[in-house]
């Protein structure tokens, strides 16, 4: 009984907060299953082909890799922050 009081309290006061400081309240962002598992299997083929070129051209396939991974690492980073905002 008491263990029921305490989480009902507990919703409330998160309830409340959530009220008056919508910031607090998490939406999640999830895509279709579909489109996770094609962003993952390009991705992956991406990154091996990045691996074959970094052994293959030495250090421009090395800088090349790195260049994307900074774009995507920045492009992410950004998506973030205006979905935070």
Do not use: H, K
């Not at 009902?8 to 579909?34: A, D, H, M, N």
Request: glycine residues 4%; positive net charge; hydrophobic residues 50%.
């Amino acid at each position: 009984m008491a263990t029921e009081d305490r989480q009902r309290q507990f919703e409330q006061i998160v309830e409340r907060l959530t009220t008056e400081y919508p910031s607090l309240r998490r939406v999640p962002r999830q895509l279709p299953r579909p489109v996770l598992i094609t962003i993952a299997a390009v991705g992956a083929v991406v990154w091996g082909l990045l691996s074959v070129a970094m052994v293959a051209w030495g250090a421009r396939g090395v800088a090349m890799t790195c260049a994307i991974v900074a774009v995507v690492a920045v492009a992410l980073t950004v998506d973030n922050y205006r979905r935070r905002r």
